[in-house]
């Protein structure tokens, strides 16, 4: 039970999401890369709430690859060395804005997380591995009752990509954003009006234990809804709450081909998956097996892992992230062709992420990063620009 619910160390570079994106669109670093150490982020808080507000930048300094945090001005500190059991880590933390008003810190290379709360300070921790970060799908995690969430970046000599995720939770409603080089701007993560009340109402009504997954503070306040894969983990969810369609998927194509075409500038690139004696094989144009997937249980498919892991190649990987998008949206019976990049079709199916569902219904641009691999089809809440001017974090209303 202590190794299911043993809280994470901070990853070396990017979180699961982001690095997928960056594998996508991100590519080498430019030889005439003009991207300064540090860029500015405007924070601004337009949450309503009256409680403090904390920031936090946590994560991996690229020119180093030392993992650590940096100040308000974006000065990098090493994490001193932990112990075992985790010793407390030095206050990383930056007085955030007070609502209605904007605080600009500074942002070096970093690759990590940018985490926010109210009213009270986040508790982290350090092992021998390096940071121990938020699991609040374990009840005894001290982040548990404090309202927080985080975005996920990286800036380098490429430029800036910066994210807002649902992969863990949906929690504190919050947008980013970057000013391109010629001053225009783009943002993602805004919820439509009322979107933030119409999830929770929406989770609320799904049967089969989608309800199970908000958590609420012992005075009411709602807190967050914790991801599917994390549902599993708390017993929130039954194990087998994906497999009559993981059934129904394999029977269908014990006797029909599943196309992949993983590269959109590949089309011609193509693998062939079929069932034979309870496994998926898949074959190149010239009918060779290239890799072989067992039938995923409802963990492998929410955390597109396990049984879908995706390694970064150029073979397993985008086979498995396009399997791995197909099960969570409910798109490879209704199309053997794949990815399905027609969000009209998306979650139709009585079995599906019923979570990521809800959260794309609220997304004011319908883009959001409710599944480690919901980029495939371009439906990530991730902006980018080669030379940024200037990023963005919005505190969004609780509404």
């Known amino acids: 039970m202590f190794e299911r619910f043993r809280r994470r160390a901070l990853a070396p570079l990017v979180t699961t999401a982001l690095a997928a994106a960056l594998l996508t669109i991100g590519g080498p670093p430019s030889a005439e890369a003009a991207v300064p150490a540090t860029i500015p982020l405007k924070v601004t808080n337009s949450s309503g709430r009256g409680e403090p507000v904390y920031i936090y930048n946590l994560g991996t300094l690229l020119t180093t690859g030392q993992q650590g945090w940096a100040d308000a001005n974006g000065a990098f500190h090493a994490w001193p060395a932990g112990g075992n059991p985790p010793t407390p880590a030095p206050d990383a933390s930056i007085p955030g804005p ?123 306040t709602v807190l967050r809804a914790l991801s599917p894969g994390h549902g599993l983990e708390t017993g929130a969810l039954p194990a087998s709450v994906m497999d009559d369609y993981v059934n129904r998927v394999w029977q269908k194509y014990s006797s029909s081909t599943l196309t992949v075409t993983p590269f959109t500038d590949q089309p011609n690139t193509k693998y062939y998956g079929r069932v034979s004696g309870g496994v998926m094989n898949f074959t190149n144009s010239a009918g060779a097996v290239v890799t072989s997937f067992q039938k995923p249980d409802a963990d492998s498919i929410f955390g597109c892992h396990k049984l879908l892991d995706a390694p970064n190649d150029l073979v397993r990987g985008p086979i498995s992230r396009t399997l791995c998008a197909g099960f969570n949206r409910s798109t490879l019976i209704t199309n053997p062709n794949q990815p399905d990049t027609t969000t009209a079709g998306f979650y139709q199916d009585v079995v599906t992420n019923h979570y990521a569902r809800k959260i794309h219904a609220q997304m004011a641009d319908g883009k959001a990063y409710a599944f480690a691999f919901d980029d495939v089809g371009n439906q990530e809440s991730l902006v980018h620009d080669g030379n940024p001017l200037q990023a963005y974090l919005t505190l969004d209303p609780f509404s």
């Not at 926010?116 to 508790?123: A, C, N, R, W």
Request: positive net charge; glycine residues 14%; proline residues 5%.
């Open 98 to 220: 007070a609502a209605g008003q904007t605080k600009t810190i500074r942002i070096p290379k970093f690759s990590g997380r940018i985490y926010f709360s109210y009213g009270q300070k986040l508790v982290f921790k350090l092992t021998t591995g390096g940071l121990v970060q938020p699991a609040v799908q374990n009840p005894s995690d001290p982040n548990r009752d404090i309202l927080f969430n985080w975005s996920e970046y990286t800036l380098n000599d490429s430029g800036l990509w910066i994210n807002s995720t649902q992969v863990d939770m949906f929690s504190a409603p919050y947008a980013v954003g970057v000013q391109r080089s010629d001053g225009s701007t783009v943002n993602t993560g805004h919820l439509k009006s009322g979107g933030y009340n119409g999830f929770f109402t929406a989770l609320r009504g799904q049967p089969g234990g989608w309800a199970n997954l908000i958590q609420t503070r012992s005075d009411g």
